[in-house]
Structure formats: structure tokens, C-alpha cells
């Protein structure tokens, strides 16, 4: 029995002698499905576009095309490559690391084999997630220590301390400078961009390709991986993680206000008193010194999938440009330790990018997740996603059953849909969650490649792809 006519075809036999096995079977099979459904929409998509073009060609007209197509077939990446690329050629990519900032190069290359033109952006960032906190605790602490000094001048001093701990806290928790970030070091990071243009629509020589389209689409997709601490250990701890926060600020506040007692009334029941709270703090400081000890992920999930996600977006949109909108995508450094890259990108474009709409794109191909619309997160303050996008992106949910898309909001998380909030774009986030929010590898050794999911990934990417479209057709 003769094998059928696409096994037969010499570019096909020639896609799966070079590419990866497991990858060349999956693009494949995923190409024939395609063309079994002959799927309308595909017109227009790109590399599928032309993969379509190649099945249909007669064998004789096979000759003619067939090293074109299959060089472009060849060239195609697929996100696990990506992701492959990433996390085991270069490894956990620490923030500020000198891997973060191969993790970069990689991007712009990838990002000049598509046919764009990458950009840098060099800024600094604090290189700890953890040292405010534990900083601002041992502040805390210490002032506990002046509070059982001579008074009322200990507990005046031990009320500055906490005072000026606290209220940088609140800032650091907003993102913003602060004298917790001021005492602590810095190292240089990178974010690697680049714009995909629409299909312009007006012929004005003055204007840049990207003036010339009605709107921006600013997506965000970072480089950095986390570290692996004892509070992202298991479920029970994320629990005790969650609860740091408002302990460690409710504890500071009482510190506070048993300390300007303190000036007032000298009783030795207020420095006793004290000490709960120091208990409490104390416990945070550990805790904060030991994430800081950890390794880093490897972070296939977070963030490698997003990275992969956006290096393919970008591939499609150079194939098929959207039509009266500008993407330009931004591969960002230092989102774990407080979303420095994306802060300093839309600071320095923050001109430009006026009525700019951002998309975060972060954790989408987790295994035993979905692909997750995300409503809102809330660090401090809440930083809810744009509702116009939202519709658009609830509209696309329901229209694309098969994408079998959720829509959810993050508490006590922060990425850059809070750094777009903060300067005012119209933003919104997608991820890949359980359908009870958890992410099941979030910040642990096990975000590997393994725990990756390939359907997930195609669904999420998917999930933006039309996101972007449905954005795209909004413009009148
Ligand atoms: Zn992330």
C-alpha cells in the first residue's frame, strides 16, 4: 500500500529528516488537521497560509515550490523550540543575571530572523524581589531595639524608623521609588523590542510606519525567572505567603502606634506589647532571607511560554499585518523583582504610547491549566484590566468554545498589568491558570519544560491572536 500524497511529498520527508522528531511530527499532524478542516479563517494567517499552499500543490508543481516552501516550513519555530531554547541551552534566568541578558539577545535574534528590526533599552533594577521586605521588617525590628532604650527619646526614634519603614513599604508596594529601593543595590538589566507596523492607511511621508496606524498595541512578555522560595513551596504556604503582607504592614501600624505612646507614657506593659509584633516581623525577615537564598527556576511556564507566545505572534503579524494597528512587542527584564523593564519602557515611550493599548502576556502553557483572560490583579493597590478590552476579550471567549478560555482575577500577585495601570494605558493580562486561579509549578524548581503543555500553548496563542484581531476591528 503506497503512502498517501502529503507523506510522500519530498518536503515533508525533508521537514521530518531535519527538524525534531517530536516537534516535526506534532507541526505536521497539526497542518494536516488544518487542511482536513479547511478552516476559512486560516486565509491570511501567515506561515499556516503557506504550509496550506504547499499541501495543495500537485506533484509536479511540488518541484517548482518546493524548496521555498520547505525552507519556510524548516525556519518555522515552534514554541516548545523556543521555550527549549530558554530554559535548557540557557538556563534559569535570574533578574540582572548574565542569563537574563542572553535570554535577551536570544530574543532579538529570534526577533531579526522573523524580519524585524530589534531595539534595546538598558536600565537599572534592584536585583532582589525580597531585600525591601526583609529590609523594612529589620527596620521594624531595630526599632523595637530603640524602644527598650532611655525613653521618651528611644521611642521617638523607634517611631521615625518604623514611620519612614512603613511608608516606603506602601510606595514599594505601588511601585514606586522609595528609600527601601534607595538602600538597597542595583544592577543593569535590558529590554529587547521591536514593531510590526500595520497595513498603513495613510500615504503621509512625514509619518513612521507606525504613525501611520490608528492605535498601538504595546505586548509584554518577560525574560526574568524567579527564585524558588520556601513560600511557594506547596499550597499551605502560599497561604502563609498570602498572609505576610497584611500581617507585616497590620504589625508595623501597631509598632507605630504603641511607640508614639511610647513619647507620651513610660510603662513597661508597651515595650512587652510590643514584642507580638515583633514576633510577627520577625518571621517575615526570616522568610524574606531565605527566598533570597534559593535558586533560580528555570521558568518554562514563567515566563519562557510567554516569550515563545510573543516570538509567534510576531511572526504572524510580519505574514499578515493587522490593519490599522501597530504592534510592538517588548521582551522584557526584571519583571520579578518589582517589573522594572516594563516600568522603564513605558516610561521612556511614555509620549509616544499616550493612547497606547498594553497587553501582558505571562505563565500560558502550564500543564492541567487554561488559557485565562485575567479581569484584575491586586498587589496593594488593585490594578483592574481596561473593561473596553475586556469586552472584546469576553466577546472572543465566547465566540472560540474550542479555545476553552476562562476569565479570572489574581489577588496578592503582581505583573505588568499594575505597570500599565500605573501609567495609564488601557491594559489587560493573559495567563494560563487552573480553573481555581492556582498555577501549579508557580515559583518552584518543577516550572520546567516537562510540565509544559503544547495544547495550552497553541490555545493561548491562539487566545491572543484573536484578542488582537478583535482589537484591531474595534478601530473606526
Ligand atoms: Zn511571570
Not at 523550540?81 to 534559569?92: A, N, S, W
Not at 528611644?154 to 505601588?174: K, Q, Y
Not at 520579578?336 to 521612556?348: H, I, N, R, S, T
Request: glycine share 6%.
Amino acid at each position: 500500500m503506497s503512502a498517501p500524497f502529503w507523506d510522500q511529498t519530498p518536503g515533508v520527508v525533508l521537514v521530518r529528516k531535519t527538524m525534531r522528531a517530536s516537534d516535526a511530527e506534532r507541526w505536521l499532524s497539526k497542518q494536516k488537521e488544518e487542511k482536513r478542516r479547511s478552516h476559512p479563517d486560516s486565509v491570511g494567517d501567515g506561515y499556516k497560509d503557506q504550509a496550506l499552499t504547499f499541501l495543495d500543490v500537485r506533484p509536479t508543481d511540488a518541484l517548482r515550490l518546493l524548496y521555498a516552501k520547505a525552507w519556510f516550513i524548516m525556519q518555522h519555530m515552534t514554541s516548545l523550540d523556543y521555550i527549549r531554547d530558554l530554559t535548557e541551552v540557557i538556563g534559569p534566568r535570574g533578574s540582572t543575571s548574565e542569563e537574563e541578558a542572553k535570554a535577551a539577545d536570544y530574543a532579538a535574534d529570534q526577533l531579526k530572523q522573523i524580519g524585524l528590526a530589534p531595539q534595546r533599552q538598558t536600565f537599572l533594577s534592584a536585583t532582589s524581589a525580597y531585600a525591601p521586605y526583609a529590609l523594612f521588617a529589620g527596620l521594624a525590628l531595630l526599632s523595637i531595639v530603640l524602644f527598650w532604650q532611655p525613653q521618651p527619646v528611644g521611642a521617638a526614634g523607634a517611631a521615625v524608623l518604623t514611620g519612614t519603614a512603613l511608608v516606603s513599604l506602601i510606595l514599594e508596594l505601588l511601585f514606586r521609588s522609595n528609600l527601601l529601593r534607595w538602600c538597597l543595590p542595583v544592577d543593569e538589566s535590558q529590554n529587547v523590542f521591536a514593531t510590526v507596523p500595520c497595513v498603513a492607511h495613510s500615504t503621509s511621508a512625514d509619518e513612521s510606519p507606525a504613525q501611520r496606524c490608528a492605535q498601538t498595541v504595546v505586548i509584554t512578555a518577560h525574560l526574568d525567572t524567579h527564585r524558588t522560595p520556601l513560600v511557594f513551596h506547596s499550597p499551605a504556604w502560599l497561604k502563609v505567603f498570602r498572609l505576610l503582607m497584611p500581617l507585616g504592614i497590620g504589625s508595623a501600624v501597631l509598632l507605630l502606634v504603641l511607640f508614639v505612646i511610647g513619647v507620651f507614657v513610660s510603662d513597661a506593659i508597651l515595650r512587652q506589647i510590643a514584642l507580638l509584633p515583633g514576633a510577627v516581623l520577625l518571621a517575615v525577615f526570616v522568610l524574606m532571607v531565605q527566598a533570597d537564598q534559593t535558586p533560580y527556576t528555570k521558568g518554562a511556564d514563567d515566563n519562557a511560554s510567554g516569550v515563545a507566545t510573543v516570538l509567534l505572534l510576531a511572526e504572524r503579524l510580519v505574514q499578515a499585518p493587522l490593519q490599522h494597528t501597530a504592534v510592538t512587542v517588548v521582551f522584557t527584564g526584571c519583571e520579578e523583582v518589582a517589573c522594572y523593564g516594563a516600568d522603564a519602557y513605558l516610561q521612556e515611550h511614555g509620549p509616544e504610547l499616550r493612547n497606547a493599548i498594553h497587553l501582558v502576556i505571562d505563565q500560558v502553557g502550564g500543564a492541567g491549566t487554561v488559557p485565562c483572560v485575567v479581569r484584575g490583579e491586586r498587589f496593594l493597590a488593585p490594578a483592574p484590566s481596561d473593561p473596553g478590552l475586556l469586552a472584546i476579550a469576553d466577546r472572543v471567549v465566547a465566540e472560540h468554545p474550542e479555545l476553552d478560555a476562562t476569565t479570572l482575577n489574581l489577588s496578592t500577585a503582581y505583573g505588568e498589568l499594575s505597570i500599565g495601570v500605573k501609567h495609564d494605558l488601557r491594559t489587560i493580562a493573559l495567563g494560563s491558570l487552573r480553573k481555581d486561579g492556582t498555577s501549579p509549578h508557580w515559583h518552584k524548581a518543577s516550572d520546567t519544560l516537562e510540565n509544559v503543555d503544547v495544547a495550552v500553548l497553541e490555545r493561548s496563542l491562539e487566545l491572543a491572536w484573536q484578542l488582537l484581531r478583535g482589537i484591531d476591528a474595534s478601530v473606526v
